[in-house]
């Protein structure tokens, strides 16, 4: 039985380290591009772009179905940022690659996402906490939670 678990564990510790490496390189990516004059501003934008709709609080605009936020999120932001790595072209991409690969982690960056991604949510709690139950999502839940109280 331990030696499941050892194995298990490092099974678990082996994943952790290649998506943190992923992860770090794609970040690695995303900074460099963003600074790079060869990469184009129209890739530039669309990843803006794609990143302003993951955090912008669509779900509060009147009228708004639940499932094309879905879709935005599974379909829309994914297909701007393969539509702006598409863009790039591909003797820069490669360079950009081979650059990231092994550099530390640009903090300020990683910072600077995270403090996006924590105001959106701020914002989106706080629109939940002064207008309960009126976001789209809550108005198409409602009458599956009914069931259960």
Avoid: H
Avoid at 27 to 56: M, Q
Wanted: aromatic content about 10%; charged content about 20%.
């Amino acid at each position: 039985m331990p030696q499941k678990r050892l194995r298990a564990l490092v099974l678990m510790r082996r994943l952790a380290q290649t998506a943190w490496r992923g992860f770090r390189k794609a970040l690695n990516v995303s900074w460099l591009a963003l600074r790079d004059r060869k990469v184009g501003l129209f890739p530039k934008l669309l990843g803006i772009v794609a990143a302003l709709v993951g955090v912008a609080p669509i779900e509060w605009i009147p009228g708004i179905n639940p499932l094309l936020l879905v879709g935005a999120e599974l379909v829309l932001i994914p297909l701007l940022l393969a539509f702006a790595w598409w863009l790039v072209p591909k003797s820069v991409k490669l360079r950009l690659e081979e650059e990231a690969r092994g550099r530390p982690v640009p903090w300020a960056f990683l910072a600077l996402v995270a403090v996006i991604f924590v105001a959106a949510i701020a914002v989106d709690t706080w629109f939940d906490v002064t207008y309960p139950g009126q976001d789209a999502a809550s108005r198409l839940l409602a009458p599956y939670l009914d069931r259960f109280e």
